[in-house]
C-alpha cells in the first residue's frame, strides 16, 4: 500500500488548496496552502504506505501527534489549527500556521557555530517549550536542531517554535505504540537511555537531546561528531563522556560549558532534573531576555573565536553557575529587518554590504527566496 503525494493545486477538504510543497518527513509530506479566506498555511499530509500494519502505525502516530500539539498551549511549540481527513483520498492531515524563517539545523549549516548568547536565547524558548510540554505529561523523545523552527515576524523578532511531535508520548501511557526494545530519536542527539529502553523514557531525555542541540549550536560540530558509523555512536553515548565542549570552542563562558555538559550527563538522576530548572539556569546567561532578532542569526564573529576562556570541570552532577565574563555584545540590530519593499519583498537577513547598501535575503510575494540590494538614502554619503 503506498499512497501518492497530492499534487499542487490540489484542494482538501475543508477548502485548504496546496499552492506550494515545503518539504518531506518521516510520515509524510508538507505544503503552504490557501484557505477558502485566502490565509496562507501549512498542511502536514500523511502518506501511508508499506503493509497495513505499517500503515496503521503511522496513523497512530500522526493522531498521537496531533493529540500531543492540542494539549500544549506554549507560544514555542507549533500549533495545530485544524486536523482532519480528505474525503476523496482518505489521507489524514494536519493544518498548522504557516512560518517563515529556517530550522536550527539549516542555521548551523548555513552559519556555524552561532553567537554564545543567541544560542542561550533560543535554549531559553526551547526549555519553555518542553517545560510546557512536560507539565502535561508529555516527553518529546526527539529534540533536536532540525525540530525548532526560527520562526520570524515582520519587525524581525525571531521565536523558536518546537515541532514535529510525531514521535511523542504520554508519561506511563503508550497505548502499545512503544514495543519494548525500540529506539525511537536522531540517534546524535538521543539520550543513553532511548537506545537502552523507548518504553520507559522520562521528560529528562528531553533535556539530553536540548543539550546536544546547544553544544552543536555553540561550537559548530556535535558532541559525539567524531563517531564515524552508528555503532561507535552507539557504544560512544552509552558509554563515553562527550568530548569538553571548550576542546571545541575554547571561547564559551566555564559556567555555560558546564551547564551544557550538565545536561549531557549519562545517568539521568545526576543531569539537570526538569525543564524548569534549565530555565532557571539559562537565565544567568541570558542577559536579562530571551528575546532574539533576525540580524543576528550570523556565523560567529572572529573576536569572540580568538577568546580563550578559562577551562571548565566537567561535572558529574547538575550543578548551576553563573557566567565568570562578562556576556559578549550582540551587533546592533539592523532596523529593516522585517519591512516590506517593492512590491511585496519582506527583508529576512543582511547577507552583505558596501559603501552604497546593503544587500538582504528576502521573501517575495510568491513565497521564493530572493536576493535584494537596499540603498539606505537615509545613510547617503555619512562619513
Not at 529506539?183 to 528531553?206: C, I, L, N, S
Request: charged share 20%.
Amino acid at each position: 500500500m503506498t499512497q501518492a503525494a497530492p499534487e499542487l493545486g490540489a484542494t482538501l477538504t475543508g477548502g485548504y488548496q496546496l499552492t506550494r510543497f515545503l518539504g518531506q518527513g518521516a510520515m509524510g509530506a508538507v505544503y503552504e496552502a490557501l484557505t477558502s479566506n485566502g490565509q496562507r498555511v501549512a498542511i502536514k499530509v500523511v502518506l501511508l504506505e508499506g503493509n497495513e500494519q505499517h500503515a496503521a502505525s503511522l496513523l497512530a502516530r500522526f493522531e498521537r501527534e496531533a493529540q500531543l500539539v492540542q494539549a500544549i498551549d506554549s507560544p514555542f511549540v507549533v500549533k495545530a489549527l485544524h486536523v482532519g481527513v480528505d474525503e476523496e483520498t482518505r489521507m489524514p492531515f494536519m493544518v498548522m500556521p504557516l512560518m517563515a524563517g529556517l530550522d536550527v539545523e539549516e542555521l548551523i549549516h548555513r552559519d556555524g557555530a552561532l553567537h554564545p548568547t543567541v544560542v542561550v536565547r533560543l535554549g531559553l524558548q526551547a526549555a519553555y517549550a518542553l517545560q510546557a510540554a512536560h507539565g502535561e505529561g508529555i516527553v518529546h523523545r526527539d529534540m533536536k536542531p532540525g525540530n525548532m523552527f526560527l520562526d520570524h515576524d515582520r519587525q524581525g523578532r525571531v521565536t523558536l517554535r518546537v515541532l514535529d511531535f510525531g514521535l511523542g508520548k504520554i508519561a506511563g501511557d503508550d497505548q502499545g505504540l512503544t514495543k519494548t526494545g525500540s529506539v525511537f530519536g536522531t540517534p546524535q542527539y538521543m539520550a543513553p537511555e532511548q537506545f537502552k529502553d523507548a518504553k520507559r523514557v522520562d521528560p529528562r531525555a528531553d533535556l539530553w537531546g536540548l543539550g546536544a542541540s546547544l553544544y552543536h549550536m555553540v561550537s559548530g560540530v556535535g558532541p559525539f561528531e567524531h563517531c564515524t558509523d552508528m555503532s561507535q555512536l552507539v557504544v560512544s553515548v552509552c558509554r563515553d563522556d562527550p568530548r569538553p565542549l571548550q576542546d571545541v570552542a575554547p571561547w564559551v563562558d566555564p559556567g555555560l560549558a558546564m551547564l551544557i555538559h550538565g545536561l549531557l550527563l549519562r545517568d539521568p538522576d545526576a543531569r539537570c532534573p526538569s525543564a524548569q530548572e534549565l530555565v532557571r539556569a539559562l537565565h544567568n546567561f541570558a542577559a536579562g531576555s530571551h528575546e532574539v532578532w533576525q540580524s543576528w542569526l550570523a556565523p560567529l564573529d572572529e573576536d569572540i573565536r580568538a577568546h580563550s576562556a578559562q577551562p571548565a570541570a566537567i561535572p558529574t552532577s547538575w550543578q548551576v553557575a553563573a557566567p565568570q565574563r562578562s556576556v559578549p555584545a550582540l551587533r546592533e540590530e539592523d532596523d529593516i529587518i522585517g519591512r516590506r519593499v517593492g512590491s511585496g519583498y519582506t527583508l529576512l537577513r543582511r547577507i552583505g554590504s558596501g559603501g552604497m547598501g546593503a544587500v538582504y535575503e528576502a521573501e517575495g510575494p510568491d513565497g521564493g527566496r530572493y536576493a535584494v540590494k537596499v540603498v539606505r538614502t537615509d545613510r547617503a554619503g555619512a562619513s
